[in-house]
């Protein structure tokens, strides 16, 4: 699902927000298992040799940090130091 997602549209559209989480101990899981997702699939899609999206994995760390860290803080609006 998530390589569907990488692929087809803009990361700005893609916050790495979406949970059914409801205690902040389920949030902290969530965010681990989404965190290998995103992972998971920038590595096949860094390493499929018919795909040129992300082309190298500094690429894939640009798009891992977009996904997890800036596109929630601005959607959430958390200040980033």
């Known amino acids: 699902m998530v390589r569907d997602q ?3 549209g ?3 559209s893609i916050a ?3 949970t059914d989480a409801r205690f902040v101990e389920m949030v902290a899981a969530k965010y681990i298992s989404m965190r290998l997702g995103v992972a998971d699939a920038l590595t096949e899609l860094v390493a499929d040799k ?3 999206m992300y082309g190298d994995y500094d ?3 640009a798009v891992m940090t977009e996904l997890l860290y800036t596109n929630p803080a601005a959607v959430h609006s ?3 130091r």
């Open 6 to 8: 990488l692929s087809m």
């Open 10 to 12: 803009p990361l700005k």
């Open 16 to 18: 790495c927000g979406f």
């Open 50 to 52: 018919f795909s040129s």
């Open 59 to 61: 690429g894939a760390q």
């Open 78 to 80: 958390i200040p980033l």
